[in-house]
């Protein structure tokens, strides 16, 4: 099998390079581990910049976001018991921001790819990068039915994360990584609740940093500061919304409340691998850095 560019995972990155590389008329393929509906199951991250928003308008997949995505003007600041709003819309002369899953874009990413032809190889494990540094690499991969498949290429772009193959393939000595972990994380849930306020809310408080957001019209994604190293377990659905509410409290403001059906910690990190090309490998998305929320 033989291919221009081979991509090595289809979260945003990869989905993404991959349609813009066709309208560009190079072929790629994409090697996904996880099947589809796991893909498209996994929640994420929902706030999409303006320029996000206009890329995915721009490479026809932004019907769907901008029917269904929540565009927020602007967001507000709490601290000392009191909001501030800031007039994102006024302030960048016109720009927004839009709340929209990131399974929902995937959703999208994929089923555009899909639509224009686009060979994505789902539940494929990538076992061997061979000849990054010639003219002629080469992907050896597992394939759904158990078969070792191999795809020549001209580049591979490793857009699978900080934990696939593709950074391990640089050589130690070739390449740096810097790390920075910070001494909190956030304790992140999803309720089952209507949106409490109409724009995001980032509030500081003697007590930590807690977040305020929005997924759809009946479902709720709010955080709070914690300790890495809490557990979810000691943390009671009362005790949850109890700490948020006195986070956020002020100016008679009151989260509305209801069953949550999700809820994590997620540790706060900082990495960049430099440089992020060895060769004819290229790293994409969080296989070249992560930068925290």
Not at 244 to 253: E, K
């Amino acid at each position: 099998m033989r291919t221009q560019v081979a991509i090595i995972g289809a979260g945003p990155a990869g989905l993404l390079l991959s349609h813009m590389l066709h309208l560009r008329g190079i072929e790629s393929v994409i090697i996904e581990s996880r099947r589809r509906e796991a893909i498209e199951a996994t929640i994420r991250a929902g706030v999409l910049e303006q320029t996000t928003v206009d890329l995915m308008t721009e490479i026809g997949a932004g019907d769907r976001l901008r029917r269904e995505g929540f565009v927020h003007h602007g967001f507000e600041l709490r601290f000392s018991g009191r909001g501030h709003r800031i007039d994102l819309h006024e302030l960048t002369h016109g720009r927004t921001i839009t709340v929209y899953a990131q399974h929902e874009v995937l959703k999208d990413l994929i089923a555009l790819r899909l639509r224009a032809g686009g060979d994505i190889r789902f539940e494929a494990k990538v076992t061997a990068l061979d000849g990054i540094t010639s003219e002629h690499p080469k992907i050896r991969f597992t394939a759904a039915g158990g078969t070792t498949q191999e795809i020549a290429c001209d580049f591979i772009a490793g857009c699978e994360g900080g934990h696939g193959i593709s950074r391990a393939a640089i050589p130690e000595g070739s390449r740096r990584d810097f790390f920075r972990v910070y001494p909190f994380a956030w304790f992140g849930i999803l309720a089952k609740a209507p949106p409490s306020s109409g724009e995001l809310i980032y509030t500081h408080h003697e007590r930590g940093f807690a977040l305020v957001s929005t997924r759809s019209p009946d479902v709720q994604r709010l955080y709070f500061q914690c300790d890495p190293n809490d557990r979810v377990e000691n943390w009671p659905e009362d005790r949850i919304w109890d700490e948020l509410q006195a986070r956020v409290a002020g100016d008679g403001f009151r989260l509305k409340t209801g069953p949550i059906f999700q809820k994590g910690i997620i540790p706060m990190k900082s990495f960049v691998c430099e440089p992020m090309q060895h060769g004819r490998l290229f790293l994409a998305g969080d296989a070249a850095h992560i930068v925290p929320p």
